[in-house]
């Protein structure tokens, strides 16, 4: 067995985390790395991280963590099967941790050993113990809420058997199993990875699943299917740093809370779900959401017209001032970069260029075309493409 031991010099400050390893796996040790979700979007080993390897021995001195956060902890391995370690870990400013990896395993020791082995303990026998959605919405929420039921009363006796663990060990764990119940259910498990044998999300939601998959062509009563799910239960501004809550509130504001008939990345869903964000949410939350919001749009290709163009960038102005997280700023900075090289003129190479015009056989420049008042269908195809010669038949 591979022993972890504690010295007194080992002691972590505040705000530091002291992380300290013994594994039978080299590789194990070498490529450890944390998720940290408090960034605005997770990143890898994104911390202040100051770390040394002594043999089979790992030091991690972990700085800045000014509060609870879960964290993922990820690992590669140099066994056969290949697998990578992995654990979300309940991180605490201050806190010691006593990591071993041996025979494929991880297990925590130290004095609040049970606020980190909670995941693994959970993981399994439970492991990926959620609902798969096929096709029928009222039958997997059924069972998704089974699947949620079935982790929450693990999570009850584990605080009942380990009443050492702390009130934000229940807090912030409790709250992550609710809000990846609340993930799920607007984002179902949907698709086999077959190499994994595991379950996940094809990145649809349940509206596009449900509609796809029903055989009659009544609407699907989104009310009926949340139920009792409220903005309210989105007001937890000490779960900012929450990976599955911030991942539903997003999805609940965009697709349930905001209104939409059916989401097009327009400028009206795009003004609706800010008005949502402004009228419900406040601090962390609002700038978080804000910015998510304008992230999304603009990696749909909203901002690069005319019209949405200054809509965008005075969104980003009128919050540039309330953002206060590093990676959340960066963001907003590069989209703004990208918006100011926007130029919509058209270049001469491009003006010259010739088209075939169906009612007459002849040719065109385009700068004709865009000098004529009346409204024109420029039809752009290739010779190879099969659809250019089924083109006629549409």
């Not at 290949?82 to 395993?105: A, C, H, K, W």
């Not at 991942?247 to 609940?252: A, E, F, G, M, Q």
């Not at 290709?301 to 969104?315: C, E, S, W």
Request: net charge negative; glycine share 4%.
């Amino acid at each position: 067995m591979v022993s972890v031991t504690k010295n007194e010099d080992d002691l972590s400050d505040e705000n530091r985390i002291l992380v300290i390893g013994k594994s039978d796996d080299s590789m194990a040790l070498k490529y450890l790395n944390f998720l940290d979700f408090s960034k605005f979007g997770f990143t890898i080993s994104n911390l202040d991280i100051e770390k040394s390897i002594i043999k089979d021995s790992l030091r991690l001195d972990i700085e800045n963590i000014e509060q609870p956060q879960l964290m993922d902890l990820i690992a590669f391995s140099q066994r056969k099967s290949g697998r990578p370690y992995y654990s979300r870990v309940l991180f605490t400013p201050g806190d010691s941790i006593f990591l071993n990896i041996e025979n494929g395993e991880i297990r925590f020791y130290g004095d609040k050993a049970s606020h980190y082995n909670f995941f693994i303990e959970l993981n399994d026998p439970l492991r990926q113990d959620w609902a798969i959605f096929n096709g029928n919405s009222d039958l997997y929420k059924n069972q998704l809420f089974n699947s949620y039921k079935k982790k929450d009363s693990f999570f009850r006796d584990y605080i009942t058997r380990h009443k050492e663990v702390s009130k934000d060990f229940i807090n912030i764990v409790g709250s992550e199993l609710k809000y990846e119940y609340l993930y799920h259910l607007i984002r179902p498990i949907n698709t086999k990875n077959k190499t994994t044998n595991t379950y996940s999300n094809d990145g649809s939601d349940i509206i596009f699943l449900n509609h796809i998959t029903r055989n009659s062509e009544d609407l699907f009563d989104l009310s009926e299917y949340f139920e009792d799910i409220t903005i309210e239960d989105f007001k937890r501004p000490d779960l900012i740093n929450n990976d599955y809550f911030k991942r539903s509130l997003v999805l609940y504001i965009r697709h349930y809370f905001s209104n939409h008939d059916y989401l097009d990345y327009s400028r009206s869903s795009f003004y609706r779900e800010k008005e949502c964000i402004e009228k419900n949410l406040s601090s962390d939350l609002k700038t978080y959401a804000i910015g998510r919001l304008i992230k999304d749009y603009y990696s749909k290709g909203f901002g690069q017209g005319k019209l949405d163009h200054p809509i965008l960038r005075n969104t980003i102005m009128e919050y540039l001032g309330d953002f206060k997280e590093a990676s959340l700023i960066n963001v907003m900075n590069e989209i703004l970069d990208d918006l100011d090289t926007v130029d919509y003129a058209l270049s001469e190479d491009v003006l010259s260029e010739k088209l075939i015009r169906f009612s007459k056989g002849d040719t065109l420049e385009l700068r004709q075309i865009l000098s004529s008042k009346r409204t024109k269908v420029i039809d752009f195809w290739a010779t190879w493409c099969i659809l250019s010669f089924l083109r006629p038949e549409y």
